[in-house]
């Protein structure tokens, strides 16, 4: 059974701006080491599916050079992680929707003649072990099975909503971000939501693209139009996330599942990081995350001024940090963060190389690469001020957009 998976990896991620700046939404930091892409990849990866295709197009470029540096398979075994940018093949124009990106691109299709193609988004924190999927798409002879998890109703506006049968397994309607979801029968609180992740029988994937493609009213969006015309003929069927058992996972974290798709839910997903027992286990070395690493030093805490132990409590330190006299809370410090003496970094997330001056006071923040808090200064204090030179979220939570320049 030949398996090709196609992950869509183009989207621009403007609710993530300015961390999508210069950079596409699936190569956004994470967690310290991480790339947002990483968790997809190495999902297929530990499945072992190695024929993978990454489909780019919005500010590729440092997502095609972590991909290329970091996801470099054995290609003697025929192996493969290959950035594949939008390349206006079929005329004058981007790709449209992902169902174009798709449509656009099925020469790999044809390269490899797959039976099956698995399609997964690159948006989102996760363990799946994407072989049980496959399993129950073969066996149940769908020509294109939907991963579903339930999520609150309050969200149904930003996800495809599906609508099974009684059996539960065929799915009868599919209405893509829908401002009037319906609730569960048995959680009237709930729906059940896509995914964005696909296993589809390769014939009748090109079938439904084929004809999409000649559709003028369509907005070539997988979501929005293919999914819905494979539920009209009848043979869609879900997976429920819920049944998916990961190598190595626990009650506790089973089942996690976050979309990072605002500011907002990217800080909190962090904050699912850094609890002595977290939601999310980075810790499970039956299904590891992969990503790439700089030759770094290990991170280093002194005692600086005579005075101050550095420190971090409840927080991730990557390589190469230094907390010199400084204290880090419930953090996440990314590789070669520098906090000196006598500064202080809260409930924050800070990305690559980000240093924090001499007593400066970080609080409920977000900062990307390279920026330099001055001597003294206070993040997240006075939210009236931070609003008038970076952005702050809903929640309050203040974002640094990369090599910003900080004034005290
Ligand atoms: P969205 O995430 O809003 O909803 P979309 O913006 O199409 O849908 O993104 C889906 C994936 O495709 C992302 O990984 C994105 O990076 C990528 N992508 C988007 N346009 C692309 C293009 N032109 N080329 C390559 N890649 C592209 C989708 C589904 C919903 C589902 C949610 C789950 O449409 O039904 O509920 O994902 O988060």
Redesign the pocket.
Known sequence: MRVLAIV????EGKRLMPLTADRA??AVPFGGIYRLVDFVLSNLANGHYLQIVV?T?YKNHSLDRHISRTWRLSSMLGNYVTPVPAQQRLGPHW?S??A??LFQNLNLIYDEMPDHVIVF????IYRMDPRQMVRQHIDSGAEVTVAAIRQPISLADQ??VIETDPAGRKIVAFR?KPKDAVGLPDAPDQVY????NYVFRTQAMLDALREDALDPTSKH????NIIPMMVKSGSAEVYDFADNIVPGSTERDRGYWR?V?TLDAYYEAHMDLISAHPVFNLYNNQWPIYTGHDPLPPAKFVHNDGDRVGRAIDSLVSAGVIVSGGLAERSILSPGVVLHSHSQVEDSVLMGNVKVGRGAIVRKAIIDKNVIIPDGARIGFDLEYDRSRFAVTQNGIVVIGKNEIVER
């Not at 869509?8 to 989207?11: K, M, P, V």
């Not at 939501?193 to 964005?196: E, N, Q, T």
């Open positions: 869509l990896a183009g989207g939404k699936p489909l197009q790709f929707g992902s174009d990106a988004g690159a948006d989102h996800f495809g893509e939501a896509s995914m964005g969006d997988l979501g929005g979309d798709g």
